[in-house]
């Protein structure tokens, strides 16, 4: 018998492998080209989307099988708390770190990047 839960919840845990491979060569390439400020902010975008991302399926996948409307209930939710906690991090990365903006979002990007190349390859 075929779960498209459980196939879903592998796909996404398997597509974080290439995120976390990602944003690790990114914040090297930003420590030898921009110095340590550059890729502790990159390591926060980075981080920031794989963070959101695993909250997110956590809690839009997680509750196994149920009616339709509490299953959109908890995908939404799982969307909502991913941006919140994204833009909680990046927040907190420029204006309370003073990491530079421009390692923060190219952190994000890269992260983003990897998540969606990972899951077209599915």
Same mark, same amino acid.
């Given at each position: &018998?075929?779960?498209?839960?459980?196939?879903?919840?592998?796909?996404?845990?398997?597509?974080?492998?290439?995120?976390?491979?990602?944003?690790?060569?990114?914040?090297?390439?930003?420590?030898? &080209?921009?110095?340590? *400020?550059?890729?502790?902010?990159?390591?926060?975008?980075?981080? *920031?989307?794989?963070?959101?991302?695993?909250?997110?399926?956590?809690?839009?996948?997680?509750?196994?099988?149920?009616?339709?409307?509490?299953?959109?209930?908890?995908?939404?939710?799982?969307?909502?708390?991913?941006?919140?906690?994204?833009?909680?991090?990046?927040?907190? $990365?420029?204006?309370?770190?003073?990491?530079?903006?421009? $390692?923060?979002? $190219?952190?994000?990007?890269?992260?983003?990047?990897?998540?969606?190349?990972?899951?077209?390859?599915?």
């Amino acid at each position: &018998m075929r779960d498209p839960i459980s196939a879903h919840r592998r796909a996404l845990a398997q597509a974080v492998v290439p995120q976390v491979i990602a944003t690790a060569l990114a914040v090297v390439a930003a420590l030898l &080209m921009r110095g340590g *400020a550059w890729s502790l902010g990159v390591l926060a975008g980075g981080v *920031a989307i794989i963070a959101g991302g695993w909250l997110s399926t956590r809690l839009a996948l997680g509750g196994g099988v149920g009616p339709g409307t509490t299953a959109l209930l908890r995908l939404l939710a799982g969307v909502v708390v991913k941006w919140v906690v994204v833009f909680a991090v990046l927040l907190a $990365a420029v204006a309370w770190a003073g990491w530079p903006p421009v $390692a923060v979002l $190219a952190g994000t990007l890269v992260a983003l990047v990897a998540q969606i190349v990972a899951l077209a390859r599915r």
